[in-house]
């Protein structure tokens, strides 16, 4: 924090940097093998970061408090099991064998903050109180009768040659505050849980990616500047807040073979376990923005010469965006859940419920009171606010096969949700007053302007391809988009003038605000029969299904060509063809 006081130029400012880029990774690498009991792989970056910024001024004259803040942060924090990448392997060389009385887990997660508070002010008194007190009154100042240097000037005093009566007026009726505060707020995170390359076997698997990293920020800039009639005044205050989440949050099973015991998952020793088998991401990254700029600048009424004039500028704008992706999938992989009446359900799940709550404000207040001229003011205000939620959300099943035993029961799920979520205000206000008292005009004028722009733009998709799915229980297939945007946006601008005398007087106000919303992306759950055929032996719930090549679906009995089985109970409801063929 920076701060600065002086007569005539007064600068505060403050810059503030920060980084960190740092890896967190729990492992178990390629080629290892290992029997025993339940394991837990696990990787945690959990962690909050402050930071503050602030830089004032006070001056007579000129003053300007200026605050910068950068804030960057780069993380990557992975849980794995075998290879560590996502990319197709081979599942020979350097593969792990894993054997365990009990659940297998690999879960990463990110939470923590990022608070950022950026803040500027200033202040110029072109005006400054006297101390005159009366004969046998308190105060600073020596009487009259008791001054002995009454009438007497200081640069007399010191053989200094006096100032001119332009530099004297300048000095006195000239006020200039600016203030800025600008915050820059970076995340970037990496988020893995994977099981790949690997020959296992045991009673669960939970395979997890979690991602609740957060940014907190306000930013403000307050100027005010005060001076006497028949001088100028002058107040501009800034507000300017970046806020970027850059997560990719992934779990995955590729290229490995997993066999599952019948064991009750409640029985097993290990917590957290709900599912037989399960591969979930969740992205859940927030946002929240304040951004506010305030100015007043005030003319004290007075006799003195001149036009008065009185201008305050205030602006506030956010710039807002979580962008990425969220992916769980399992393939080239092969599931087999063991025969036996308990229950096996399987799951992947891949959810993003990225979040933005944005708010913008400004304020600005002009007041000039002229003395033996005219009087001017005039105030502007500006609120803006940029969103925008972007990326995938996908949960697939490729290339594998997912077996239930004779006799369990249980249900396959394939889904994929996006229920991101932007809520936008901004409001600007602006007042301007002016008045005269014998010539000249007062002139009032003020504009306020505030509005946002917001955009999710996420595909969700939920697919099994090429994949062979044999259980005895249901198969869901669902993609679920219901992202949404509230914005609020509100403008007011008031403007006086006002004339004594033989002056005349005018006042114009102009207030506007708009919000532009758009929802791009959409929700399929698709089934695609290529070569390998999906087998059901239960009911399909499938959003659409297609067939790889555009196979032909004519007639009453064939499900199309390259298909060598489809065992299922298909309804009315439960089949769409993509194309309505």
């Not at 300017?240 to 073979?257: C, E, H, L, Q």
């Not at 020793?269 to 709900?274: A, F, G, K, L």
């Not at 007062?442 to 946002?452: E, F, R, Y």
């Not at 669902?478 to 006086?496: D, L, N, P």
């Amino acid at each position: 924090q920076g701060g600065e006081s002086s007569e005539k130029l007064a600068f505060g400012g403050t810059f503030t940097y920060y980084e960190q880029d740092s890896k967190t990774i729990a492992q178990i690498s390629e080629g290892a093998n290992i029997r025993g009991g339940g394991i837990d792989v696990y990787s945690g970056a959990i962690g909050t970061q402050i930071a503050w910024a602030g830089g004032v001024s006070k001056s007579e004259s000129i003053g300007a408090g200026v605050s910068v803040a950068i804030n960057n942060l780069d993380r990557e924090t992975r849980a794995s099991i075998g290879e560590k990448t996502d990319s197709a392997g081979t599942l020979s060389g350097n593969q792990s064998t894993i054997n365990a009385a009990g659940g297998v887990s690999a879960r990463a997660a990110v939470g923590g903050a990022l608070y950022a508070f950026t803040i500027a002010g200033a202040y110029s008194n072109a005006a400054p109180a006297q101390d005159t007190p009366q004969d046998g009154a308190d105060g600073n100042a020596p009487t009259a009768q008791d001054d002995p240097l009454d009438g007497v000037s200081l640069p007399n005093l010191f053989n200094e040659e006096e100032p001119t009566e332009q530099a004297q007026e300048k000095k006195s009726k000239t006020s200039v505050a600016i203030a800025a505060a600008v915050a820059v707020n970076n995340i970037k995170d990496r988020t893995q849980a994977s099981i790949a390359d690997v020959v296992m076997t045991a009673d669960a698997v939970d395979v997890k990616a979690v991602n609740r990293n957060s940014i907190v920020a306000a930013t403000g800039g307050l100027a005010a500047s005060k001076t006497e009639s028949g001088g100028t005044g002058a107040a501009l205050a800034g507000a300017f807040s970046y806020n970027s989440v850059d997560s990719i949050t992934n779990a995955f099973i590729r290229d490995s073979i997993i066999t599952l015991s019948g064991v009750p998952i409640e029985d097993l020793s290990q917590e957290d376990y709900s599912n037989r088998f399960s591969v979930s991401a969740n992205n859940m990254a927030k946002i929240f923005s304040l951004a506010a700029g305030g100015a007043g600048s005030v003319a004290k009424e007075g006799t003195e010469p001149g036009n008065t004039t009185n201008i305050s500028l205030a602006g506030s704008v956010a710039k807002n965006s979580i962008s990425g992706g969220t992916f769980a999938r399992v393939y080239d992989s092969t599931i087999a859940m063991q025969a036996g009446t308990t229950v096996h359900d399987a799951l992947v799940r891949a959810r993003d419920a990225s979040n933005i709550l944005a708010i913008a404000g400004s304020l600005s207040m002009s007041m000039s009171k002229g003395g033996t001229a005219g009087a001017t003011a005039v105030s502007a205000g500006v609120a803006i606010a940029v969103n925008s939620i972007s990326g995938d959300t996908v949960a697939l099943v490729s290339n594998s096969t997912i077996t239930g035993g004779v006799g369990s029961t249980g249900t396959v799920t394939v889904e994929s949700i996006s229920d991101g979520e932007i809520q936008a205000y901004t409001v600007s206000g602006a007042l301007s007053a002016a008045s005269s008292k014998q010539t000249g005009s007062g002139i009032g004028a003020s504009g306020a302007g505030a509005g946002s722009v917001n955009k999710i733009d996420v595909d969700t998709t939920a697919t099994v391809e090429n994949s062979t799915i044999d259980v005895q229980g249901n198969v869901v297939v669902k993609a679920q988009y219901t992202a949404k945007i509230i914005a609020g946006a509100g403008a007011v601008a008031i403007g006086i003038g006002s004339a004594v005398g033989q002056g005349q007087a005018g006042a114009v106000a102009i207030g506007g605000s708009f919000s532009v919303n758009q929802l791009d992306g959409d929700g399929t759950g698709t089934v695609y029969l290529g070569a390998a055929p999906l087998v059901a032996l239960g009911d399909l719930g499938v959003d659409s299904l297609a067939l790889l090549g555009g196979q032909d679906l004519s007639g009453d009995d064939q499900i199309g060509t390259g298909i060598t089985s489809l065992v299922a109970t298909l309804g009315g409801d439960d089949l769409t063809v993509l194309g309505g063929r």
